[in-house]
RNA sequence: GCGGGUGUGUUGAAAUUGGUAGACAAGCCAGACUUAGGAUCUGGUGCCUCGCGCGUAUGGGUUCGAGUCCCUUCACCCGCACCA
């Protein structure tokens, strides 16, 4: 039989389907491993020969796990609300379900093709009423809980009612509380609920109709579509992830994660601890006081002027009548900037007097009070003491505006720029001179405190999650409004199904929903936003556990057995998305008790994108002439992207890219050596550079076993690197080689002879290494030892199933589908995937003879072959023995074998 | 500016974690065979002045021994960025 992989991959793609091969069960008796990919949303282009990258690695990973008596979960599903089939609705006038459930066709299509081994029995798509009646579950709670200081967790909101009810809570005594409106109570209850309704500035995206969450956001635009978004004060739900700042920082410690993405994280949280302080300031005779933040208080004596954000709620307090004109002006001009052009002005120092003056605390001085767009309303208090001398903004600030720069740094030189370094000794800074930088600080938060000037106060960069979205395609809020307070729609009523409408588009500034007919609840009106993508990707992992259970998100009894993710393999581009929300929804969930893990993702694996290698031809400017790329140089040329599936090995086909475009029909050529050589470029694959590669026709070409191993021998999976068929033949040759031990055309050609040593040895290397890669990830390094074990036993004409049998099992994980061929030609009739790992015996693989180099003057070297086992003193005799060593040694006849815990490493002679 | 990472043949890369650098592939060169292919097989392939030579971005250091550890410089990639 010959290697016929078309055949043999339908066949057992069928097989598992049918059998449910890779359908998990709880099962108490076996230990647990869960492999998950995050869930893609299925876009109209289909997948291209990136998506399969890390579906691959986790597949391969899951399926060792399963030899190696693991009981594997290992799910798919679709993260199918979005942005993408909303626009396509509201071009098309399609409805986005209709699109969605097509994209989905296609890709289950195309993933079916690479033979993963998904549960599909667990399958769940966002967009499915069945499954968002748990995000909107999960929304009902938070709205329905607090964050408890005292107990550091949610607790649901009844505990805090009682709270106001008998003691009162925070600035709300009982007896307010008593004397408060319903409408009053709702507000209060609003500012302690995990998900909560208020008033904050949000970036608003025009080209998008919708408010976006900071991770949608970047560099001032919106990152689906590329629009322009500028910063709004709006009403809108927020979910309060900034009360998990410091769990979701302490909780990174435990993950096994890169420290690159555990890094990403933290600066995202951005802790800092610092102290506020606070200046008392005096304007048209109101004093007021000001609390600031700093991080550096040992610099309070460099202080020379304060600075408010011009969002700040203290502007208008402070602000003299007699600047007010020129204030107003400022923040005006200030308002009518986009975020991308704040953004771009960095560097271009904007600000104005306010007319204020405040009161250093410690020293007794008067300084102006400026306003100005370099403090931030939304980080800190909106409000900063500044120090010219130390810190390089305020720096630009007091040269900008000509305000006095004090060093209190001995010998420091703030000439040209501030000295931030936290380094030196005190000076100008009264109780303080003479200390070092770091002293001085702890001492100057001991002062503040001490004299009630301040106090200690540790800040998170990380804001609250903006949780409406002003769309049609994503999950309703399941709340109505009731004499305009907020009220939760019970949850025996969930799923609040979104309802149809005929236009997709927002209109008037209203939400779609605003067009629904009967958007009402007993009559009320329904909130008319939608949840953002984020909301129903935040807990799937915990959906898959227990997909099709009504009652619950998850049963206690599927959750306390899968418990949390073990292997999570994704982009690294969620970073600060996802991820965070992930762990804060988790992390809420396990407050009330509903999961037994407080993080969801153990270990987490970041792959690589690959990109698209384009390539390009070169039209003589202004004629219908191509010259070869060698040549382009001597002519003025524009460069055309042209389709990759017409050029091989960066030589285009000639007739086929006259047969392109009408345009080429006619095109004539200057060649090199008889062939038109193409530039080339690695870029993003995309369909606009006509460099997508799609895994179909691989498969259809190679077959999904070399696809997968060659996505996997490209190079380490965390890496990026571009897609480049050039080696694809390698691995296909590999698995015809491997297939020909077994088959020679129709010979069956495995017996039952005793294995050899040589045999027996490089079936345990290989079990060995592989142990070790895949449990490494460093899948790139097994399929090379397949490779060497391969040619060895090729070259030991190995034909015994004692060795072909397990490396059958040893293959299996990588090319699935020929592993399922051999393993039923050798008289299984059950799945490879069934069958055990085989053991590996250190002994069977070792070599017999070792190689010592010896080396002379460090310089100098020869290699002795020794046995194993061989001591120190043998290797040494040996050595001595050597002639070359004879002849070097005259006068400095001294041999040295190093040994390291017991192991001889080298041999010196000196 | 801050943080993280990378730098090895023509190319993708490997290196038992401090022990013969370039495994395994790709490409290229030469040859064999033929059903003339996008097939298969064999050999060669880091550099040069061919030596007791040189060689892992650069310069230095530690070590008997450095691609690997420490410091310098350079280049590139990624993330964050007026966060006080």
Redesign the pocket.
Known sequence: MDYDFKSIESKWQAYWAANKTFRAEVDASRPKFYVLDMFPYPSGAGLHVGHPLGYIASDIFARYKRLKGFNVLHPMGYDAFGLPAEQYAIQTGQHPEVTTRKNVARYRQQLDRIGFSFDWDREVRTCDPAYYKWTQWAFLKMFGSWYDPALDKARPIGELVKKLETEGYGDVSAKQWAESSEKEKSDILMRYRIAYQGETSVNWCEGLGTVLA??EV?DGLSVRGGYPVEQKKMTQWQLRVSAYAERLLSGLEGLDW???LK??QR??I?K?Q?TEVVFNTECDGRTVPVT?????VDTVFGVTFMVL?PESELVPLLTADDRRKEVEEYLDEVKKKTERE??A??????GVFSGAYGINPLTGERIPVWIS??????????A??A?PAH?S??Y?FAKKFNLPIIPIIEGCDVSEQSFDAKEGKMCNSGFLDGMDVKDAIEAAKDYVEEKGLGRRKT?Y?LRDAIFSRQRYWGEPFPIYYKDGIPMPVPESELPLKLPQIDEFKAQGGEPPLARAKDWTYCGYPLEKNTMPGFAGSSAYYLRYMDPRNDEALTSGQANGYWRSVDLYVGG??H??GHLIYSRFWNKFLYDLGYVCEDEPFRKLVNQGMIQGRSNFVYRKVGTNTFVSAGLKDRYETTEIHVDISLV??DRLDIEAFKAWRPEYADADFELENGEYVCGWAVEKMSKSMFNVVNPDDICD?YGADTLRLYEM????VE???PW????I??????L??FWHLFWDRDTWLVTDGKAGPEELKTLHKLIGKEQQDIE?F?Y??T??AF??A??ELVELKCNKREILEPLTVLLSPFAPHMAEELWHNLGHTDSVSGASFPEFIPALAAEDNV?Y?V?F?????F?V?MPRSASPSEVESVVRAHPLTAKWTEGLNVV?V?V?SGRI??V?VK
């Not at 600031?292 to 550096?296: A, G, L």
């Not at 480049?724 to 080696?727: C, V």
């Not at 033949?729 to 590999?734: H, K, S, T």
């Not at 003057?857 to 070297?861: A, D, I, P, S």
């Open positions: 900071n991770d970047k890169t420290d690159s890094d990403m600066n995202w951005g800092s610092g600031i933040f700093t991080t550096r954000a704040r953004m002005q960095t560097r271009n120092v904007t767009e370099y403090v931030l309303s939304g980080y800190g208090t909106g900063i003491m120090v810190d903004r305020d630009a800040n960069r690294t581009e970073a600060t091989r090995n070409r021998f490209l190079g380490p890496q990026s690197k480049d068929t050039k080696g033949d390698g691995v296909n040759r590999f015809r080689k490494a460093s790139n390094t399929i090379s490779m060497i391969l040619n190689t180099p080396q003057n460090g310089k100098m070297r290699t072959e040295k190093i390291v490493v080298n010196v």
